[in-house]
């Protein structure tokens, strides 16, 4: 199972591999980013969709993470109540 699953991913990372070049072969035109403060220097519309992508997976991590870390501080302090509660109701038996 372990070598299905290795052959899987490694096909996957080829498959990637591949749209990638491709992608980037056929968006080779180079684009100046223009911001309202600053405008970066002309790379390939591959490279900045690549950019744009990255820092908005991280972005969205940073997010998820955040969020994640609320939630189990959330549940701990539940669980901790009802553990609380449930020691209670034992001693008042």
């Known amino acids: 199972m372990k070598f299905i699953k290795g052959l899987l ?3 996957l990372a080829l498959a990637a591999l591949t749209i990638g070049i491709l992608f ?10 223009d911001m309202l403060v600053v405008q970066l ?3 390939s519309v591959a490279l900045w969709i690549l950019i744009s992508f990255t820092l ?3 972005a969205s991590a940073l ?8 939630q189990k501080r959330q ?17 008042a038996k």
């Open 24 to 33: 980037s072969s056929r968006n080779s035109t180079p684009v100046a980013v």
């Open 9 to 11: 991913v490694a096909l």
């Open 56 to 58: 908005g997976a991280i």
């Open 63 to 70: 997010v998820y993470g955040l969020t994640n870390q609320n």
């Open 41 to 43: 220097p002309p790379m």
């Open 75 to 91: 549940n701990n302090r539940l669980l901790r109540q009802v553990n609380q509660l449930e020691a209670v109701r034992e001693t």
